[in-house]
C-alpha cells in the first residue's frame, strides 16, 4: 500500500434510517457531449442542478473517441494526458486508483499520490481535487453531500456492487454524511437490455441484492435472463436513506459513442469517469 492514503475497515451495519419508495426522487437523463472528449452531468436535488457553493462539484464521463484510458494499454497515459489538457486539469490534481473489481474505497488525503493503491473508488474534500475511475459497461456511481462538500467516485462492476455503500459509509465515519444529504448520480452502463448473465450469477446477485423487503426503485434487480446494475445500487442507495437519484438512460452496448467491453472485445475503450471541479467539467466545450 502507498504512504498517505487511507483505507479503512468497512462496517457491515446499515446507514441511516431509510427512505420510503416515495420519498426518492429520481431523475433520468441522456448524455451530452459538449466537447469531443467528455459529456458532463451535474448532481441534482429537488430538481435543480447543485452548480452553485464555494467549491462546486460536477461529473463526467469520456467518450470512446477519446481513447482508452486504461493504463494497460501503452496509449492509456497519453490519452488521459491529452483530456486533462483539453479540460484544463493539472494532471497533479486528477487521483485514481488501481482498480481490481473489489469493494475497496479510498479516502484522500493532503498528501496522497496521485495514483493510488488496489481499490475501486475514492472519498474526497480536497479543494480542486478531481477523482477518476475507469469504465466499460460497468457503473460509475458518483455521490455529493451537499452539507460537507464531501463527494465519491467508485466503479461498479458485478463484482463489486455494493462499493457505493462502502463510500457512503467511510464519508460518514469521516464528515458525519446524513444520506438525506447526498445527490448520487449513476453514470452510463451496460443495461439490463443487453446484459444477460449465466443461471448461477442471477441467483447469486439477486440473493445478494434483493429481498422480500425493503424499496425497489427501479424495479427488480434481475430482470429475465438480465442483471440491472443501475436498480441494484439504486435500492441499496435508497434503502440507506439516500432520496436524491439522477441515472444516465444510455448504455454503453447500444451506443456507440460510449466504450463497451461486451461490445468491443479485448480490445475495448476504458472510459474516464470524473468526479471534480465544476469549473473544469463543467466547461467542457468553452475550449473545443
Not at 249 to 268: I, M, Q, V
Amino acid at each position: 500500500m502507498l504512504p498517505n492514503w487511507t483505507r479503512p475497515l468497512h462496517k457491515t451495519d446499515a446507514l441511516g434510517a431509510g427512505a420510503k419508495a416515495g420519498d426518492v426522487q429520481l431523475y433520468p437523463f441522456h448524455l451530452v457531449f459538449q466537447s469531443p472528449s467528455l459529456a458532463y452531468f451535474p448532481f441534482i436535488m429537488d430538481g435543480a442542478a447543485l452548480t452553485e457553493g464555494k467549491n462546486p462539484i460536477g461529473c463526467g464521463i469520456s467518450s470512446r473517441s477519446a481513447g482508452t484510458m486504461s493504463l494497460r494499454d501503452p496509449r492509456g497515459r497519453f490519452h488521459r494526458q491529452r483530456l486533462y489538457t483539453s479540460l484544463g486539469l493539472d494532471p497533479m490534481q486528477v487521483f485514481t486508483c488501481t482498480q481490481v473489481h473489489s469493494r475497496e474505497v479510498l479516502a484522500l488525503e493532503a498528501d496522497s499520490p496521485c495514483e493510488g493503491p488496489q481499490a475501486d473508488g475514492m472519498i474526497s474534500r480536497e479543494p480542486g481535487a478531481c477523482l477518476m475511475v475507469t469504465v466499460a459497461d460497468c457503473l460509475p456511481v458518483y455521490l455529493y453531500d451537499t452539507e460537507s462538500g464531501g463527494f465519491a467516485l467508485v466503479h461498479s462492476g458485478w463484482k463489486g456492487t455494493g462499493i457505493a455503500l462502502n463510500a457512503l459509509k467511510l464519508m460518514e465515519a469521516r464528515w458525519h454524511t446524513r444520506p438525506q444529504g447526498v445527490a448520487a448520480v449513476l453514470g452510463p452502463c451496460i443495461g439490463a437490455c443487453c446484459y444477460p448473465v449465466d443461471a448461477a450469477r442471477r441467483r447469486a446477485f439477486d440473493q445478494d441484492f434483493g429481498g422480500p423487503s425493503g424499496a425497489y426503485p427501479l424495479g427488480p434487480v434481475v430482470k429475465g435472463p438480465a442483471l440491472d446494475l443501475q436498480a441494484a445500487n439504486a435500492r441499496l442507495l435508497v434503502n440507506a436513506g439516500v432520496r436524491h437519484i439522477a441515472l444516465c438512460k444510455d448504455c454503453t452496448f447500444t451506443d456507440e459513442r460510449l466504450g463497451s467491453f461486451r461490445r468491443e472485445g479485448p480490445a475495448y475503450t476504458a472510459m474516464a469517469a470524473l468526479a471534480g471541479p465544476l469549473s473544469c467539467l463543467g466547461s467542457a466545450g468553452a475550449s473545443n
